[in-house]
């Protein structure tokens, strides 16, 4: 496992949370249970299986609801 730490532009709404923690949870290889959304930081934190998912995948998810990525770090979870 691998553990993303994703930063995003400035979250405006406690809807985001939801519809980002939603759209993760639903991919194949994210540990569910890891994912957390963190409105005061926008920043996304989850572990994911690196053979069964990308961080750029990840990122393309989050970007394809209308949140812009600033910058991701991985590492071993």
Do not use: H, W
């Not at 923690?21 to 994210?30: D, F, H, R, S, Y």
């Not at 540990?31 to 690196?50: G, Q, R, T």
């Not at 970007?63 to 600033?70: F, K, T």
């Amino acid at each position: 496992m691998q553990k993303a730490i994703i930063n995003l532009e400035t979250l405006t709404c406690p809807s985001c949370i939801q519809k980002i923690e939603n759209a993760l949870k639903g991919m194949n290889g994210i540990e569910k249970d890891s994912v957390e959304v963190l409105f005061n930081s926008s920043k996304v934190k989850a572990n994911f299986d690196a053979e069964a998912l990308t961080i750029e995948s990840i990122e393309k998810a989050i970007e394809d609801l209308g949140y812009p990525v600033i910058k991701s770090k991985v590492r071993a979870a």
